[in-house]
């Protein structure tokens, strides 16, 4: 019983010290580089939505095209939009790991 009680004192204690440990460090990141602001975030947000609208648009726009050049129906805007998608996403994911970093 003992063994127990000493073996959930110690992982209690192993998160409560990761805990400090990533607050500590979220700390010094803070007094390292300073509040984002605002108007960081928006201009963050602005970035992230064009970065996935643009790509999405401009595949619909050249699916559409082959589409009517090669009379496919719907074929090649639904594959370019999905396409736009996942490139707009990874675009937007990079762009924001950058900026975290």
């Known amino acids: 019983m003992p063994d127990e009680e000493?073996?959930?004192?110690t992982e209690?204690?192993?998160?409560?010290?990761?805990?400090?440990r990533?607050?500590?460090e979220r700390h010094e990141?803070?007094?390292r580089e300073g509040d984002q602001g605002f108007w960081a975030t928006v201009g963050?947000?602005?970035?992230?939505?064009?970065?996935v609208t643009v790509p999405t648009v401009g595949g619909v726009?050249?699916?559409?095209?082959?589409?009517g050049v090669l009379d496919s129906g719907q074929v090649f805007?639904?594959?370019?939009?999905?396409?736009?998608?996942?490139?707009?996403?990874?675009?937007?994911w990079r762009?924001?790991?950058e900026k975290t970093e």
């Open 6 to 9: 000493h073996g959930e004192l």
């Open 12 to 20: 209690s204690k192993e998160k409560f010290v990761s805990a400090v």
């Open 22 to 24: 990533t607050r500590r």
């Open 29 to 31: 990141k803070h007094v």
């Open 44 to 51: 963050m947000m602005g970035t992230v939505g064009w970065s």
């Open 61 to 67: 726009f050249l699916g559409r095209w082959l589409d």
């Open 77 to 92: 805007m639904v594959f370019f939009l999905l396409v736009g998608i996942v490139a707009g996403c990874v675009l937007a």
């Open 95 to 97: 762009q924001v790991a």
